[in-house]
């Protein structure tokens, strides 16, 4: 630890103030000899003149120096969860706006064109799920997920259940040059140009079967091409599990604001994984949560750095499906940034804010 700023700027000010004591007493008394000859030179007042000069100094320096020694205050961190509550805000997606809207349209007109097409085959209507559903989509990435449940018996198999849709949904470019479809690992990639943006509805074809007991549950078709024979090409799942129960107002700001930072930062975290890391948060410090968005910023970014390499966290749609089975090299890049982000959080609350939020 350096010396006390207040004695080092006392004897530099000293030293200073004596200097000038003396070379203005020497001027004022050769000025005096000039107009008076008679006069000699003062030791005594000079030493007087010096010795003050010194003092004068000391105690100014003393001043300074002492207020470099006082602590910079941080920022009151209410200002700064004030700040980051009106920033979440900001990032959500706005359901207003125009492009949203016309997704939005086409989202519904899509809905009815396989709704009318596969009527006879579906369990029930069409409907949507997802982060735009729960409040929780970025209003700079966003997508629509449109689920089909359909009945055990309406295909021969998974596969050509997928394969059905897929088709159908290709018949409609015909007469959409604006339309474009593409087949996902689990869903059905349809994209409109909206403006200049190009932005996609999912959807998502999956079979119930009676055989599991619950009117939700039934089997996705996995398209991947790395699938071999005799190997499984269809997961369980549950999209009503999936969409689970609606995030609080508070976890979904933490949420948008933790999803924007990994957005920028480049973090290998799906947006799933990372809600289900905001949940489990939620849970262990049920009764202990701390105050303010930032703090809870921090503690989600605390039980990643404490469980994202040796918990195994699985979905709710499906047990089998385990969410932190993802590459060691992803693991290590996600906590990193997360132990970088939680030392700024303790040590710099500007440069926390400032990163989270990427402005």
Same mark, same amino acid.
């Given at each position: 630890?350096?010396?006390?700023?207040?004695?080092?700027?006392?004897?530099?000010?000293?030293?200073?103030?004596? =200097?000038?004591?003396?070379?203005?007493?020497?001027?004022?008394?050769?000025?005096?000899?000039?107009?008076?000859?008679?006069?000699?030179?003062?030791?005594?007042?000079?030493?007087?003149?010096?010795?003050?000069?010194?003092?004068?100094?000391?105690?100014?320096?003393?001043?300074?120096?002492?207020?470099? @020694?006082?602590?910079?205050?941080?920022?009151?961190?209410?200002?700064?969860?004030?700040?980051?509550?009106?920033?979440?805000?900001?990032?959500?997606?706005?359901?207003?706006?125009?492009?949203?809207?016309?997704?939005?349209? %086409?989202?519904?007109?899509?809905?009815?064109?396989?709704?009318?097409?596969?009527?006879?085959?579906?369990?029930?209507?069409?409907?949507?799920?997802?982060?735009?559903?729960?409040?929780?989509?970025?209003?700079?990435?966003?997508?629509?997920?449109?689920?089909?449940?359909?009945?055990?018996?309406?295909?021969?198999?998974?596969?050509?259940?997928?394969?059905?849709?897929?088709?159908?949904?290709?018949?409609?470019? %015909?007469?959409?040059?604006?339309?474009?479809?593409?087949?996902?690992?689990?869903? $059905?990639?349809?994209?409109?140009?909206?403006?200049?943006?190009?932005?996609?509805?999912? =959807?998502?074809?999956?079979? $119930?079967?009676?055989?599991?007991?619950?009117?939700?549950?039934?089997?996705?078709? $996995?398209?991947?091409?790395?699938?071999?024979?005799?190997?499984?090409?269809?997961?369980?799942?549950?999209?009503?599990?999936?969409?689970?129960?609606?995030?609080?107002?508070?976890?979904?700001?933490?949420?948008?604001?933790?999803?924007?930072?990994?957005?920028?930062?480049?973090?290998?975290?799906?947006? %799933?994984?990372?809600?289900?890391?905001?949940?489990?948060?939620?849970?262990?410090?049920?009764?202990?949560?701390?105050?303010?968005?930032?703090?809870?910023?921090?503690? =989600?970014?605390?039980?990643?750095? @404490?469980?994202?390499?040796?918990?195994?966290?699985?979905?709710?749609?499906?047990?089998?499906?385990?969410?932190? @089975? $993802?590459?060691?090299?992803?693991?290590?890049?996600?906590?990193?940034?997360?132990?970088?982000?939680?030392?700024?959080?303790? @040590?710099?609350?500007?440069?926390?804010?400032?990163?989270?939020?990427?402005?």
């Amino acid at each position: 630890m350096g010396k006390d700023k207040s004695v080092q700027y006392a004897l530099a000010g000293a030293v200073f103030g004596g =200097v000038i004591g003396s070379v203005t007493n020497k001027t004022l008394q050769a000025q005096r000899t000039k107009d008076f000859p008679e006069k000699i030179f003062d030791d005594a007042e000079y030493q007087k003149a010096v010795v003050n000069g010194a003092l004068a100094g000391a105690m100014i320096g003393f001043l300074i120096g002492k207020s470099y @020694n006082a602590p910079v205050l941080p920022p009151r961190k209410s200002k700064i969860d004030s700040y980051l509550s009106k920033h979440a805000d900001s990032l959500r997606l706005n359901k207003g706006d125009l492009t949203f809207r016309k997704l939005d349209w %086409h989202a519904d007109v899509l809905k009815g064109k396989l709704y009318d097409r596969f009527q006879q085959q579906l369990q029930a209507m069409p409907y949507r799920q997802g982060s735009t559903e729960r409040g929780a989509a970025l209003g700079a990435e966003y997508d629509i997920d449109l689920v089909l449940p359909f009945k055990e018996n309406s295909f021969g198999s998974i596969s050509e259940m997928y394969q059905k849709v897929f088709e159908f949904l290709t018949e409609q470019t %015909h007469s959409n040059s604006e339309f474009y479809v593409r087949k996902q690992k689990k869903s $059905i990639g349809v994209t409109y140009k909206v403006g200049r943006q190009y932005l996609r509805v999912d =959807v998502v074809p999956y079979k $119930i079967s009676n055989f599991l007991r619950d009117k939700y549950t039934g089997y996705l078709h $996995i398209n991947d091409e790395r699938i071999f024979l005799y190997t499984k090409s269809y997961t369980k799942t549950n999209p009503k599990k999936t969409i689970g129960r609606k995030l609080g107002a508070n976890q979904q700001k933490v949420l948008l604001l933790l999803k924007n930072w990994k957005k920028y930062s480049g973090i290998p975290l799906s947006s %799933h994984l990372l809600e289900y890391l905001l949940r489990n948060a939620y849970l262990k410090n049920k009764g202990a949560l701390p105050g303010g968005i930032s703090g809870k910023v921090a503690m =989600v970014l605390q039980y990643t750095i @404490n469980n994202l390499e040796n918990r195994v966290i699985r979905g709710n749609e499906n047990s089998n499906n385990v969410l932190t @089975n $993802i590459p060691d090299s992803d693991k290590s890049l996600i906590m990193e940034a997360c132990e970088n982000l939680l030392a700024e959080y303790q @040590n710099d609350l500007i440069s926390f804010k400032k990163n989270l939020i990427w402005k």
